[in-house]
């Protein structure tokens, strides 16, 4: 069955990206689903004799990856996340963020102190506030998102880990939903906010149409929810706070439109790079510009 789908996924004009790179994982990702298999399982495993009543669901799945050039994780509406399983669907974009590793590695060395209180600003499907939550144990971790469908998804998500003690949702446009009480009280702010360019989203693959626009389009350059973060963030966070952001591709344009700003681009050892962290001393000291 493996071969069959790495073939079909070779062969159907289909874009890999959401959680795999190639046909062959594409199809142990849905061969796995099936049969409630870890997507990290024994090879050996995944090669075994499939039922013929497994083969007839493995086989449709396959088709509709290649018919309607949909993202596998909606199809299975479950995605990875830092080794941890997650609730999807289209309400919410696909968990593929490089931000995973930093949070394996507890954001060291910029985290010299475990953070009492996290934020994941546009929060999607939770999957970066819940993964802290894992990382720092003692921590809450506020989830925030503009679109009370996707806060929806958190909720599922929340109750799924058990973390409903420890983490919460907040509906608001950047910070203009929290109260007063949230000034100068976050340790981190992580955020995977929308960031694509107007001609990078005029030219992507199918399979993105089925990801919310809002989470993904911020203006002609990609940075119009950038710009109103770094311009906030500073009033949020401790004095020791640290602010972590995913721009992508985007990064080139945040450079050349604030030169004077020390951006520490953080390097990864897997994925895609285009996040960059800054201290609250940092946003303060040059606030003026923003």
């Not at 998500?157 to 409903?164: A, G, P």
Request: include cysteine; charge should be negative.
């Amino acid at each position: 069955m493996l071969e069959k789908g790495k073939k079909l996924f070779e062969q159907g004009d289909i874009y890999f990206g959401h959680g795999t790179d190639n046909a062959w994982d594409e199809a142990v990702y849905l061969l796995s689903h099936v049969l409630n298999l870890p997507p990290d399982a024994d090879r050996a495993l995944l090669q075994n004799s499939v039922s013929e009543q497994d083969q007839t669901k493995i086989e449709a799945l396959y088709q509709r990856r290649i018919d309607e050039r949909v993202p596998a994780p909606y199809i299975t509406q479950q995605a990875w996340f830092c080794s941890l399983p997650f609730y999807l669907d289209e309400r919410v974009i696909v968990p593929r963020s490089p931000i995973a590793e930093l949070i394996y590695n507890q954001f060291q060395p910029w985290c010299m102190q475990s953070p009492n209180k996290i934020l994941d600003l546009c929060a999607g499907s939770g999957c970066i506030g819940i993964a802290c939550a894992y990382a720092f144990e003692k921590a809450q971790v506020v989830l925030s998102d503009i679109s009370a469908d996707a806060l929806e998804v958190s909720a599922i998500n929340i109750k799924q880990h058990d973390l409903s003690h420890r983490v919460s949702v907040i509906e608001s446009d950047l910070f203009n939903g929290f109260d007063s009480s949230a000034k100068n009280s976050f340790d981190l702010i992580v955020s995977n906010p929308p960031y694509v360019d107007a001609d990078d989203l005029a030219k992507m693959p199918h399979e993105f149409s089925h990801e919310p626009d809002l989470a993904l389009a911020s203006g002609n350059d990609g940075l119009d929810f950038t710009r109103r973060l770094l311009k906030q963030a500073a009033d949020y966070l401790t004095d020791q706070g640290v602010l972590v952001v995913e721009v992508g591709n985007s990064s080139v344009a945040l450079d050349r439109a604030f030169p004077e700003v020390p951006f520490t681009w953080l390097e990864f050892t897997q994925g895609d790079g285009g996040v960059f962290m800054l201290t609250g001393t940092q946003l303060r000291q040059y606030a003026d510009c923003f």
